[in-house]
């Protein structure tokens, strides 16, 4: 079926700093959507892009759509302790379906 | 927002019994559920999908006899784990759309975790 790569898997960032996460699709998507997962908990919806070019931003959160509609990417500025968790990217095929990444697995060393 | 609440939140069952988990949302109607399973450390897979009032569109490799799927309410889809062996241990996990929203996102349940010992 319709695959979501999302990487990278692990990402152990230093309290303060800037991290990515990437998400890429062979097909082109009808949108994308990011959830976040903390520990032991589901996935709360974050954001949806829908647009070619579609940038988000959501306080220390910026989400990004391809102009293809191929990928997206998570950028989080000066990461915190809340921040912890996994996101997921979720692409949105044309059989709407929704096909999850891997998820980027995020912890914050003070 | 929309909630999505999922009973059991966690269950343990001796191998061959079966186990019965629902889904229900709580304050809009939802044509489709999905279940999905999260083994741990790793992604959401599909499972298959619930429509209400007819029959359950299961993913590739899922063994519909063994989940058992159904979806008799606009509000309710319940999932059972029918013979459950020890490899049926894992977290699932129920979402829904709002009615006619396609293309919304999904309201996810807080999960059942299944242990079969």
């Known amino acids: 079926g319709q695959q979501v790569m999302q990487i990278p898997q692990y990402q152990h960032v230093q309290e303060g700093e800037d991290f990515t996460t990437y998400c890429n699709s062979s097909?082109?998507?009808?949108?994308i959507q990011w959830y976040k997962q903390r520990p032991g908990g589901h996935p709360v919806f974050l954001i949806q892009?829908?647009?070619?070019?579609e940038v988000k931003k959501q306080k220390r959160l910026t989400f990004q759509f391809g102009e293809a509609k191929k990928n997206s990417s998570l950028h989080i500025t000066a990461t915190q302790t809340t921040d912890v968790g996994t996101y997921f990217c979720?692409?949105?095929?044309?059989?709407?379906?929704?096909?999850f990444g891997a998820g980027t697995t995020v912890t914050v060393r003070a | 927002g929309a909630v999505v609440s999922q009973h059991p939140s966690w269950v343990i069952c001796k191998s061959g019994t079966s186990v019965k988990i629902e889904c229900r949302s709580l304050?809009?109607?939802?044509?489709?559920m999905f279940w999905y399973r999260q083994f741990p450390k790793q992604s959401l897979m599909l499972m298959a999908t619930?429509?209400?009032?007819?029959?359950?569109?299961?993913e590739q490799g899922v063994e519909k006899d063994k989940f058992l799927i159904n979806h008799a309410s606009l509000t309710l889809s319940t999932l059972t784990v029918t013979s459950a062996h020890p490899e049926d241990s894992s977290f699932y996990i129920c979402?829904?759309?709002?009615?006619?929203?396609?293309?919304?996102?999904?309201?996810f349940g807080n999960g059942t975790r299944l242990t079969v010992t």
């Open positions: 619930s429509n209400e009032g007819s029959k359950a569109t299961y």
């Open positions: 979402s829904a759309r709002e009615q006619g929203a396609y293309n919304s996102p999904l309201h």
């Open positions: 892009l829908v647009k070619s070019g």
């Open positions: 304050d809009f109607q939802a044509t489709t």
């Open positions: 979720a692409g949105t095929h044309n059989d709407y379906k929704l096909s």
């Open positions: 097909t082109t998507l009808s949108n």
